[in-house]
């Protein structure tokens, strides 16, 4: 009895001590679960917090969105009788409801900004039938425009962001009710019934019949969108597609206008009673209600596609080189204060075969703040006389004097050989990862740049520190986007030529010795054919000088990088 005591207790010891390790597992299995939901829901916040920073000042610009989209609803099945002169009892002439509309995303490069999509997308419901055989219309598709760059992702089931699908959102409708009222609710979901005869319909046969085949065409329905969610919507939206007619086809062939990539597809429309008539059945007085169409959420987001992308931080002079190189036709804001720019701008830029651009021709070589240009302006329009000095500040003093038989606009065209666009984001700072500043979300559209500039304030006392710390926000955001770097814009290098104190003009050379020495020994970027060492260019944006140069270097880069693609 002994032993067997001990042999008891040894083994209650062991069952509590397999429980209590197994409630610890437990404890730490719902630790971590809770801390990857605390993580979520504090990232969720943070890219709140920055789209608020970035819609101030009464911006639009939207990359980034969740929409959800609804496939419209098949129409309903008619129950009616034919009725005529001579025939009081005619057979079966319900029409069947009309197909639900589908929904399409097109690309479109009309748009730069995802703020004119809203969020709650449904396709257009289809006609239900009618008597005397009338079929219900199919309804017209719908189609959601979208900008060229735009990535589409389905968001799956598990997100907390997705809202529920058709079939979910009828369990949840059926959620507290009895088993007599939730058949009731199906059933009155599904089937039409003619007047007064909705009792006398459930009880028979027949409609039991059609009501169990009703059943295992949606099993069928069920299985076929489980089978769906196994690949779900990817879309890379970088360039238009048109439908070609093929030489052999049939003379007139219609050509086609492509609706773009389909997401949400409508519904049947409901059968009408002749689809239920048998030998067993002459009269049936019952049709079927449209299906709903497919319902998802989709996470939009916007990679603009511009060719170079401008990395600096705040008031490096980015905005003012993106206006110089464009003449002015950029419409970026330019202050004294950081983060003037909130959203990503893109200029295009046009080029002669000698390298003349489009922007050296406009008229105007110096930038000043928006502030300061538009008060200018106004005193202009007010003046009808010539002003000497707004004549001296319209003179060209820069080296990259344009040549005097080309002039902007449509003259341009014959003799442009090359164009690409530059887009200019809003300033990096360190720690941009942990949502200091406007954070770095905003990078998603250097994402399919080909080369990245850096853009450095030459006057600042250590420029270097600012091309380690882009550096450093890069690799954060996306591991290996900074070996697209090509080029380091020295800007605000006005006292490189010459003018001004000795001591400060010496003081300028020495900085930009250091900082070549700089990007020499700790910007070097690997390649499969070796290393690449960044230029560095001394300009001065304000005063549209050396700009020639980083066109041409620009347009080097960008064709070496499109051959690569290619």
Known sequence: MLRLRCRSLSRQRRLFHCSGAWRQEASNTAIETQEDDDNLQDLLRRKRKTEWKRRQGGQSFLDNLIINVRGGNGGDGCVA?????????????????????????????????????????????????????????????????????TVIRELLPGDSRRAKDEWEAEEESLKGLGPEERRAKLRDDRWVHYPRYADDNVNRDVFKQAEAALYREERARRWARKQRLLSPINLDLDKTEEVMISDDAPLGTGQHEWLGHIVARGGNGGLGNPHFLSPINRSPKFATRGHEGERLTLYLELKILADIGLVGMPNAGKSTLLRALTGGRAKTEVAGYAFTTLNPIVGV??????????????????????????????????????????????????????????????????????????????????????????????????????????????SRPEPWDELRDLKDELEKYQPGMSDKAHMVIANKADLLGGEGDRDAVEEAREKLRRLEDYVKTEMVVKTPDGERILEVIPTSAKMSQNLKKVVVLMQKYIQQARTVKV
């Open 349 to 458: 830029i046009r080029v002669a075969e000698d390298g003349t651009f489009e922007g050296a021709l406009q008229g105007e070589h110096i930038f000043d703040e928006t502030a300061i240009e538009e008060e200018r302006l106004r005193e202009r329009e007010l003046s009808d006389r010539d002003d000497s000095e707004e004549q001296l500040r319209l003179q060209d003093d820069s080296p990259d004097s344009p040549r005097p038989d080309i002039e902007p606009g449509h003259d341009f065209d014959v003799h442009e050989t090359f164009r690409f666009t530059v887009a200019d984001n809003p300033g990096l700072i360190s720690g941009s990862s942990e949502n200091v500043g406007l954070g770095h979300s905003f990078l998603r559209s250097m994402e399919r740049s080909l080369a990245l500039v850096y853009v450095v304030d030459l």
């Open 81 to 149: 009788f034919h009725r005529e002169k001579w025939k009081p009892m005619g057979p079966p002439s319900g029409g069947s409801g009309g197909r639900g509309g589908d929904v399409y995303i097109l690309p479109t490069p009309n748009l730069t900004t995802l703020s004119s999509i809203p969020k709650r997308i449904r396709g257009a419901a289809g006609g239900n039938g009618q008597g005397t055989w009338q079929n219900g219309k199919n309804a017209p598709p719908t189609i959601i425009k979208v900008p060229l760059g």
